[in-house]
């Protein structure tokens, strides 16, 4: 059994609303609900449904209510009925007959609208069983969206959440001592390495994964350091964890002994579980991909997919996107002509200065050879310029770029800062 | 044609990608361009070895390509840019793009991924690590069984040393735009495969990225715009 529900709670002069009555109820049953059309409905799951039902009764009795009833079934359209219309103080519907219970009844007892009942009327429907027998396409056909709810009404198909779901309190442990105060990091390590045991556990139980979690010491002199940790996703391996604080630990410094370690969850998520493609040859390893992206994540490297504007600058063209671990499921279209090798351009960390020597073709300093790191390269050809300016609202930039190959093939993008008049390369193909 | 050819022909037209399970191990990662996979000893990059390409001109291109290539097959590339290099807009964004945070974090970064088995093949470009770097690397790739490609000057521990070097002149070209200097429209590059015991060589050809991207108006005219005075 699971809903206990409640009716003819006051005659109707009684003073007290039935929202008054429910916290009392509360001493009894662990979650109580109570309706503005006179109903209160207990959570019985767990709990054994008839001794609830009794107490219940007793308390509405002693409150003032003359004659209390109670109806206790498996959905709660059956409580309801069974309550309302069962014909005793307690009445108890048997688990699983729900249906049955309700198709002696009146359809009158589902509480149709007024629109809905003179459509009922229409069709000499009377009882639960008359309507539950039909078939969904008939009802909605004749009786609209409304009559097809009222008909899984009649089938005890009953799709009322009645009680939110419990929000369970996040995992957390602690340890604390008296006798002696650590400042040994390894020694620090063992004990958070048990509490990461007990949080990690108690978060693969309820199936997630913390996206969020803080360790705090509490130190000698009284004094709390908190440390949050951010892992790259909802995660509960105890091995990742001790990782993370490993690594947090070499940096930390604490300024006092610590003689207490409290490990809390902040912020958890449901451990995801990504549907794969079977025929995809990856399919078998994308479980170990994601979670090696993750410890990679989680140690500072990005996984990133670029966004590209329409920005005349090359280097400022593109913002870079990052990608969480559960890329590896993803599974590019490549075409064919997709593999095509083709030299691209790739960006110096940072500009290398040159010296140019040049010559003048219609109106441009077009390079000869310049002088870098690496010495003079002589130049067999320069193409260009692609002159690009702007920067009306940022920094200001006018670059004249050149294509420059040199006598050994390799080919080099130079660019000249028509602003400064200094030249640089920013970029090689390969 | 008896019944199970008949079956087995359906699902290859079917299900172009997938692969029967008597070949779900290769033992090596081609490239995906058979005039290379030709010179190389085992036809692509051995699975759980190390290899190293010197950076030239078309070494990045052509790992690259083998990376797209390794996707397409339906397995997973990694590019591990270590001196944030790539350009997003000629990324192709099939195989996984890590930036790492330093050089030590990309070859972090290496170990665990070529550690982990999820990947066929790894590229490192712009790392140079040591030798019990290299030794740790190596030992990651046999382990994870993936195809570990350097691209740097390093060759220590490689067992299949790739090396590329243009080929000035069949370079092939073209008049710009406005008829002044010539543009360089496609390259040749020579590309040499050493292992023990082997050595091979092949050409091959590779066109250019440009960038379409232009805004200016007029290309024979200086851009004077934003110049101080």
């Known amino acids: 059994m699971t809903f206990v529900c409640l009716s003819r709670l006051a005659d109707p002069t009684g ?75 307690v009445v108890e519907v048997p688990a699983g007959t729900d249906r049955e219970f309700l198709a002696p009844h009146r359809v009158a007892v589902l509480s149709p609208d007024e629109r809905l009942a003179r459509l009922l009327e229409g069709t000499g429907l009377e009882r639960c069983d008359d309507l539950a027998r039909l078939d969904s396409a008939a009802v909605e056909v004749r009786l609209g969206a409304d009559g097809v709810a009222l008909w899984r009404l009649a089938r005890a ?40 045991g007990t949080v990690c556990g108690a978060l693969r139980d309820a199936g997630q994964g913390a996206t969020g979690f803080t360790l705090a010491f ?138 140019v020597a040049t010559a003048d073709r219609r109106g441009f300093e077009i390079p000869l050879r310049y002088r870098g790191r690496d010495g003079w390269f002589e130049l067999v050809s320069a193409s260009g310029p692609d002159c690009v300016s702007g920067g009306q609202w940022e920094a200001a930039y006018a670059c004249e770029l050149y294509c420059c190959v040199r006598t050994d093939g390799e080919i080099v993008l130079v660019c000249r800062d028509a602003r400064e008049g200094t030249w640089e390369v920013v970029g090689t193909w390969g | 044609m008896n019944r199970s050819a008949a079956v087995r022909a359906l699902l290859a037209s079917r299900f172009p990608d997938a692969l029967p399970a008597a070949q779900r191990s290769w033992s090596s990662v081609p490239l995906g361009i058979a005039a290379l996979d030709r010179i190389l000893p085992s036809g692509g990059f051995q699975r759980g070895r190390l290899s190293s390409w010197l950076p030239a001109l078309g070494s990045a291109a052509l790992l690259r390509a083998a990376c797209l290539h390794t996707v397409a097959g339906g397995e997973r590339a990694v590019w591990i840019d270590a001196r944030h290099t790539v350009v997003g807009a000629c990324w192709r964004p099939a195989p996984i793009l890590v930036r790492p945070p330093s050089a030590v974090g990309a ?58 070097r243009p080929l000035l002149g069949d370079y092939v070209w073209r008049r710009s735009a406005v008829g002044d200097a010539d543009e360089v429209e496609a390259v040749r590059v020579r590309v040499d495969a050493r292992a023990s015991g082997w050595f091979a060589s092949e050409t091959i050809s590779l066109s250019l990225w440009r960038d379409d991207l232009r805004l200016s108006v007029e290309t024979g005219r200086p851009d004077r715009r934003g110049e101080r005075r």
Do not use: C, K
């Open chain 2, 107 to 164: 070859l972090r970064a290496t170990e665990e991924l070529a550690r982990s088995g999820g990947f066929a093949l790894i590229v490192l470009d712009g790392a140079e690590p040591e030798t019990t770097e290299l030794v740790r690397l190596s030992r990651a790739a046999r382990e994870g069984s993936a195809a570990l490609v350097l691209l740097s000057r390093v060759t220590a521990l490689a067992t299949l040393r790739l090396s590329s």
């Open chain 1, 218 to 355: 509490a130190l000698a002199g009284g004094a709390v350091v908190e440390r949050p940790f951010h892992p790259s996703r909802a995660n509960g391996n105890q091995r990742t964890w001790m990782r993370l604080v490993r690594d947090a630990l070499e940096r930390l410094e604490l300024p006092d002994a610590v003689v207490g370690v409290f490990l809390r969850v902040d912020s958890a998520a449901r451990s995801e579980i990504v549907q794969g493609d079977v025929l995809d040859r990856g399919f078998g390893t994308a479980q170990v991909a994601e979670e090696a992206l993750a410890r990679i994540l989680d140690q500072g490297s990005v996984v990133v997919t670029p966004d590209n504007s329409r920005h005349p600058v090359v280097s400022r063209r593109t913002r870079w996107v990052e990608q969480p671990p559960a890329l590896v499921w993803a599974r590019p279209q490549i075409g064919p002509g997709d593999t095509e090798p083709r030299l691209a351009l790739h960006l110096m960390p940072e500009p290398e200065p040159i010296e």
């Open chain 1, 157 to 196: 198909d009953d799709p009322r959440l009645l009680f939110d779901p419990t929000v369970r309190p996040l995992p957390h442990a602690s340890l604390e001592w008296t006798d002696y105060a650590l400042r040994d990091p390894e020694r620090l390590l063992f004990a958070i390495n048990g509490l990461a």
């Open chain 1, 15 to 89: 003073a007290a609303s039935v929202a008054e009555l429910a916290p009392r109820l509360l001493a009894r049953a662990p979650r109580v609900r109570a309706e503005a059309r006179g109903l209160i409905w207990a959570d019985a799951r767990g709990l054994p449904a008839r001794p609830l039902a009794d107490e219940l009764l007793a308390l509405l009795r002693a409150w003032g209510s003359a004659d209390p009833r109670a109806g206790i079934a498996g959905t709660a359209i059956a409580a309801e009925v069974a309550s309302r219309f069962g014909g005793g103080p």
